[in-house]
């Protein structure tokens, strides 16, 4: 199953961070490659910090590292830099489907008509698309999207607190979206610690709150079903 993380063209709604948590949750019940399509390198330092190439920009095959744990059946296609040849990604994408169970695609942010051009290879690959949005008007105009032929599962993300009226609001308004569009969603509540993930501090996950950990659970369930 292939799942791309999709934020439209709005950064900061805690994507990256989400995608990193739901791949080391889903490493503990099914083999996961995590991979790093942000020119920023984001969910590659998250899980091993400062890394050498060859990335996935230049060498998708040779890109792909483990992460150390003793519950973790997770590698992380590493890479730094915009992707120039997002055709051989997906070529190598469509490989690596063969060889794990759950294979997530870390999307930057598209900001421009170029970025949808360069990154249209990864989502036409795609089993599904996980829309990451936060409560607020600027997000949800740019992630609540449809995808032809792909299934939608949305996550209404707080990276940062938020007040539980605004929360309920916008839930209502993610609901009635998904529910015209036929796809799941998931509320994933605000988690002072996973802001201290790092290759160091992995284990940071088994101290978050109970509301946090079955969020993430449901959608690790949602991202493993089939169609």
């Not at 036929?182 to 709150?209: F, H, I, M, W």
Request: net charge neutral; aromatic share 8%.
């Amino acid at each position: 199953m292939i799942t791309l993380v999709f934020s439209g063209s709005k950064g900061g709604t805690g994507k990256t961070t989400l995608a990193v948590s739901l791949a080391i949750v889903s490493s503990s019940v099914a083999s996961t490659l995590l991979i790093d399509a942000s020119a920023e390198g984001g969910a590659t330092a998250y899980l091993l910090g400062d890394v050498p190439p060859p990335y996935l920009r230049e060498d998708p095959p040779s890109s792909v590292r483990r992460v150390e744990g003793d519950t973790l059946n997770l590698f992380v296609a590493v890479n730094r830099g915009p992707l120039a040849n997002s055709y051989l990604v997906a070529e190598n994408v469509r490989k690596w489907s063969q060889e794990f169970m759950l294979v997530i695609i870390d999307l930057p942010a598209l900001t421009d008509s170029d970025a949808v051009d360069r990154y249209l290879p990864l989502i036409l690959e795609s089993h599904s698309i996980l829309i990451v949005t936060e409560p607020n008007p600027a997000s949800m105009e740019s992630a609540l999207y449809t995808f032809s032929g792909k299934r939608l599962v949305v996550a209404l993300n707080c990276p940062r607190p938020y007040p539980k009226s605004v929360v309920e609001h916008y839930s209502k308004v993610v609901a009635s979206f998904c529910k015209r569009v036929n796809a799941d969603y998931v509320t994933v509540p605000y988690e002072p610690a996973v802001s201290r993930l790092s290759p160091s501090t992995l284990r940071v996950l088994d101290y978050t709150g109970s509301e946090y950990d079955a969020a993430i659970a449901k959608l690790v369930n949602l991202l493993l079903r089939s169609k």
